[in-house]
Nanobody
Framework: QVQLAESGGGLVQAGGSLRLSCAAS????????RVWFRQAPGKEREFVAA????????RYADFVKGRFTISRDMALNVVYLQMNGLKPEDTALYYC??????????????????WGQGTQVTVSA
């Protein structure tokens, strides 16, 4: 079973930046789409950003547009989430996930078969 591993989380002040990475345990792992979700304590897991692997086409949740950028390195099989202008409300455990089929409901966590363990992002006021 392919594993996804996130890294890059940490503690940052409001207005600061972090870059999250998500690597697949197998370089040859093929996915249709790779995504980032986040989950804050007491809240449901929510969609953050997605990227179609072959085309690089991104999708974003409204609350991160203009602040976060999703990208990928196809050779390394790594997806990134560049987060700028961080706010305290961005504090959450950030997960990456992957699927291997097309879906119009890419924003639903249930669509994804492969998940990482998460990396904590904490933004102080």
């Amino acid at each position: 079973q392919v594993q996804l591993a996130e890294s890059g989380g940490g503690l940052v002040q409001a207005g600061g930046s972090l870059r999250l990475s998500c690597a697949a345990s197998e370089r040859t792992f093929s996915s249709y789409r790779r995504v980032w979700f986040r989950q804050a304590p007491g809240k449901e897991r929510e969609f953050v950003a997605a990227i179609t692997w072959n085309t690089g086409s991104p999708r974003y949740a409204d609350f991160v547009k203009g602040r976060f950028t999703i990208s990928r390195d196809m050779a390394l099989n790594v997806v990134y989430l560049q987060m700028n202008g961080l706010k305290p409300e961005d504090t959450a455990l950030y997960y990456c996930a992957a699927d291997q089929h097309f879906s119009t409901t890419y924003y639903r966590a249930g669509e994804y078969e492969y998940w990482g363990q998460g990396t904590q992002v904490t933004v102080s006021a």
